[in-house]
């Protein structure tokens, strides 16, 4: 069935099949397709009717071809005569199905535009035509239309029943009527046939054209002869041509070839009886098929309806679900953010209920203690109610004892108020008695200030100190040093060979001595110098024997190792800011000079100037110097010192370095200054502390010996000569000479100042390393301070500070004091004979009663000695007194001739009643 429909969708449309009334038409057109298949000739028509049964139902069909011989292009043109429509409903379902395998066929495979008749029929018809022909094709051998050009795909031209086209085709190409008259030309069709064949081939064919017309114009000849073409043209044998005066036997085979032409007739006919029959069948078939088909195609329409309608609600059923789903997201979305935030929230709930069920459960449980412990409290209370009811009873017992006891207490009280008015009357008078006190109090630390510098006096204003080095681990040989005395005053050089060389001093340091100890002694100057008096400690011996040390100390020290400088700063400066009196303010300030070859050097100020900036002294009033430029720092701080000190110590590696001398040995003076201002008299006081760190050379040892030339006999030029010059101040203070060349040196005119005032206390402290190799140096630098300790400086009646009458009296009674402490180094001393020195408390007290019989004009013990204020103030003149006499310490004294100072050490050991005191 479903290859039927291909087949009658392929069948050329109905206008093909046409129907003729016309039996004569007909078997023109069944003759000239059997000379067309005979002649095997691709007429599409003739190859399709030669094939198929067709025909008329009753009437008889006939298709005439009419060969137009004389077109130019050679078209073969068929005239179906008297040919009808096929009814409209047929036609049209062709049509439509046509066009519905048009639609349905793929783009590349349309068929060629319509042709210049308008209609799409004729290349239907072309299509519809070719499957069959293909077929034949296959069966006969012959070569498809297929195989032919492009343009002979439409052998056959279909064409519509249209009255009027067919009428205009009539008059354009009419067509001969047959003879019978009953023929009518129908509108033909012309069919372009392009041969495929060669330019020969396409010639004979337009010979062998022969139109339906022509065949029925001729009249089929009764005899065969006429013509051999047309026996041959037919397929009979060919006979042996006649002669033309053969007319007989012409006329015979004429006749025997139309008797063999209609033979061949008749059987087409009958041939053509049964197609048209099975042509019928198959039409009514096809009409049958074809309604079959519409209502199947009605059916797809309405299915196809159904189809739009459904994929139309699938498209709105999408549409739905898509905006469904994305309303699902949305409220998803919502729903699970909702859902977190609802969580997060239960969370917190859930933590904060935890919590509250923490804090209730532990107050229930203090709760629950809280009633235990008051339950615990109530018992306690019980028993403590019960005890205390006991109590009670006690108390009003005691109660009554005790209000007996109030009666006797108040009576007490009216007589003790009567004792306490007695006290406050006391306590009156006792204050009135204090602020006498307190007056006499600031009476008598005015007359103290003035014995302390009497006492000082006393002491005398040069103190000669020795100190010896320990031994380092790095130190060779050392000499023995023997300290022979208890109160450490003497000290005795002890070499290998030669005799022993003993020294006395004030004191004598050996080198397990601590810093302190030094330094006590020189703490008895600094209230002097606070107020306002002047104090010179001299640092003198050979390198490396500890003078640095003494005076500053080892460089980032402990307390405990500080020098004299960092601790008289520190004493100063916690003595001022707690003044013993309040009206007095204290301000301190530091200056540090090097001497080096005579030149002056700045050890505080800038880095860049230190060493080659120079400065000069300057003298001022009451011959008090300055040194110009100088920098001078103020001390708001104590522990500002050990900074000033280690800048010192660079200047000084700086200004060696810039003097390319590693041997340079300088001089340096660190000068405090403390300025007092009573803020009550506007009284001002200026007390100054020089420290001189003395280096002496073998040079200056030499100068100081007058020993101009060297070892070598070679004249020393250039020679430091400060040292000279400090001896020979020395010399000359002690001496009374009114002559002292200060200006010798720069050390000595830089302390002219501190040497004019006769109430400066002066400390020397010699020092002394304890190796062998430095014997001989060692000696010089003792003998040295030996004559320094032989001089006298100031004194009682030289002293511009002893002022008064009486503070002089009490100066030369103090001295008698002193010089009965004194202690005469003699043989019988060394006995143990010698009376005890008196202590502090005692001499003061002596001294006030010294005072007390001074001003009655009782004599005193000194006068009992016989020693009269004048003379005491003479005393201290050295060139008064004879070589036996007694100093003003009660020591056997000499006149100092630096001559004979070398060894007076030995000479002393030599006489053996004496030792070592100049
Ligand atoms: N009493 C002492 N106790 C411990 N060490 C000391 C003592 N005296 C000196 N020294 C040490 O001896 C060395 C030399 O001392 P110092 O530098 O003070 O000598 P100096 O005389 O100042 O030398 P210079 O004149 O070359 O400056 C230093 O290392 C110092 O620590």
Same mark, same amino acid.
């Given at each position: ?70 077109? /130019? ?14 009814? /409209? ?97 129908? /509108? ?14 396409? &010639?004979?064919? +337009? ?98 309806? %159904? ?109 003790? %108020? ?189 880095? %860049? ?38 800048? &010192? ?49 073998? &040079? ?13 006999? %070679? ?61 001989? +140096? ?86 009992? +000695? ?53």
């Amino acid at each position: 069935m479903e290859q039927l429909n291909r087949s009658l969708s392929k069948l050329k449309p109905p206008s093909t099949i046409v129907r003729s009334n016309s039996s004569s038409a007909l078997s023109t057109a069944l003759a000239v397709a059997a000379a067309a298949m005979n002649e095997n000739e691709n007429y599409t028509a003739s190859t399709f009717f030669g094939n198929r049964s067709i025909g008329t139902a009753g009437s008889g069909a006939g298709i005439g071809l009419n060969s137009a011989h004389n077109e /130019p292009k050679k078209d073969h043109t068929l005239t179906l005569d008297m040919l009808e429509p096929l009814p /409209p409903k047929t036609l049209a379902g062709a049509k439509r199905k046509a066009e519905d395998e048009a639609h349905s066929r793929p783009t590349g495979q349309h068929e060629r535009p319509h042709n210049d008749n308008g209609s799409g029929d004729k290349e239907t018809c072309g299509s519809s035509f070719r499957a069959p022909l293909q077929t034949q094709a296959r069966q006969t051998g012959r070569p498809t239309p297929a195989a032919r050009p492009t343009t002979a795909k439409a052998p056959l031209t279909s064409t519509k029943p249209d009255p009027s086209a067919t009428a205009g085709r009539a008059t354009r190409t009419p067509t001969p009527a047959p003879a019978t008259g009953r023929s009518r030309v129908v /509108p033909s069709v012309k069919t372009k046939v392009v041969p495929s064949q060669s330019a020969s081939t396409r &010639a004979a064919t +337009r010979s062998r054209s022969v139109t339906p017309a022509n065949v029925a114009q001729q009249p089929l000849p009764r005899s065969a002869g006429k013509a051999t073409g047309a026996s041959q043209d037919v397929g009979l044998p060919a006979k042996k041509k006649r002669a033309a005066w053969d007319t007989k036997g012409r006329l015979q085979d004429t006749e025997e070839l139309t008797d063999t032409l209609y033979q061949m007739l008749n059987k087409s006919i009958g041939n053509i009886t049964a197609m048209t029959q099975s042509l019928q069948s198959n039409a009514n078939k096809i009409s049958e098929l074809e309604s079959f088909r519409l209502g199947l195609e009605s059916k797809v329409v309405g299915k196809e309806i %159904e189809n739009n309608d459904i994929l139309q609600k699938m498209s709105t059923v999408e549409q739905e679900i898509f905006m469904l789903n994305r309303k699902h997201l949305d409220d998803t979305k919502a729903l699970k953010s909702k859902q977190a935030m609802d969580i997060e929230e239960e969370l917190a709930t859930q933590a904060r209920l935890q919590r509250e069920h923490d804090a209730v459960k532990s107050s229930l449980f203090n709760a629950t203690n809280h009633q235990e412990q008051q339950i615990q409290e109530s018992v306690n209370l019980r028993t403590t109610i019960s005890n205390q009811s006991t109590t009670c009873l006690s108390y009003e017992t005691d109660n009554r004892g005790l209000r007996h006891k109030i009666e006797k207490t108040e009576s007490s009280i009216g007589q003790h %108020e009567w004792t306490i008015q007695g006290l406050e009357r006391q306590l009156f008078d006792s204050q009135a008695l204090a602020r006498q006190l307190q007056q006499k109090v600031k009476e008598e630390e005015a007359i103290r200030r003035k014995l302390y510098h009497a006492i000082m006096d006393l002491k005398g204003h040069i103190r000669v100190f020795c100190r010896v080095r320990p031994q380092s681990p790095s130190d060779g040989v050392v000499t023995s040093i023997e300290y022979p005395d208890l109160e450490g005053r003497d000290i005795v050089l002890a070499p290998a060979k030669g005799a022993k060389c003993p020294f006395t001093f004030d004191k004598v340091f050996t080198p397990s001595s601590r810093q302190e100890d030094i330094f006590e002694d020189v703490s008895q100057m600094l209230p002097s110098v606070i107020s306002g008096g002047s104090a010179c400690v001299f640092a003198y011996g050979l390198a490396e024997t500890g003078k640095s040390y003494t005076l500053e100390g080892p460089s980032g020290s402990a307390e405990a190792s500080m020098g004299l400088i960092p601790r008289s700063i520190l004493h100063i400066y916690e003595t001022t800011r707690t003044p013993e009196s309040n009206e007095w303010r204290y301000s301190l300030e530091v200056q540090h000079i090097g001497v080096y070859n005579e030149v002056i050097y700045d050890l505080q100020g800038p880095e %860049e100037t230190s060493t080659n900036v120079t400065h000069e002294i300057q003298s001022g009033p009451s011959s008090r110097t300055t040194v110009l430029g100088i920098t001078k720092v103020e001390l708001t701080s104590a522990v500002m010192i050990g900074s000033l000190l280690r800048i &010192a110590q660079r200047r000084r590696v700086a200004i060696k370095a810039s003097l390319n001398d590693n041997y340079c040995h300088g001089h340096s003076v660190f000068t405090i200054r403390v300025t007092g201002v009573n803020s009550e008299t506007g009284k001002t006081t200026e007390g100054v502390l020089h420290f001189v760190d003395l280096v002496a050379s073998d &040079a200056q040892l030499d100068a100081v010996k007058n020993e101009p030339e060297t070892e070598g006999g %070679e004249k020393k030029q250039g020679v430091d000569q400060s040292l000279k010059c400090l001896a020979d101040v020395f010399l000359g203070l002690s001496s009374k000479d009114s002559h002292v060349q200060y200006r010798g040196s720069k050390l000595t005119h830089l302390l002219q100042g501190a040497f004019m005032d006769g109430s400066t206390k002066m400390l020397f402290i010699a020092h002394i390393s304890p190796l062998s190799v430095h014997l001989e +140096r060692n000696l010089r630098s003792l003998r040295f301070a030996a004559k320094v300790n032989s001089c006298v400086l100031g004194g009682s009646g030289a002293s511009p500070s002893s002022s008064t009458a009486s503070t002089t009296a009490a100066i030369g009674l103090r001295k008698l004091k002193y010089d009965r402490s004194v202690r005469v180094v003699s043989s019988s001393d060394q006995a143990g004979d010698a009376e005890p020195e008196p202590k502090v408390g005692d001499l003061d007290r002596e001294l006030a009663l010294d005072r007390a019989s001074i001003e009655k004009g009782v004599p005193t013990k000194a006068g009992e +000695r016989g020693v009269s204020n004048t003379e005491m103030g003479s005393s201290s003149s050295k060139s008064e007194r004879s070589e036996t006499s007694e100093d003003e310490r009660g020591r056997p004294r000499r006149v100092v001739d630096w001559k004979d100072v070398r060894g007076c050490g030995e000479r002393a050991i030599d006489s053996g009643s004496q030792k070592a005191v100049l």
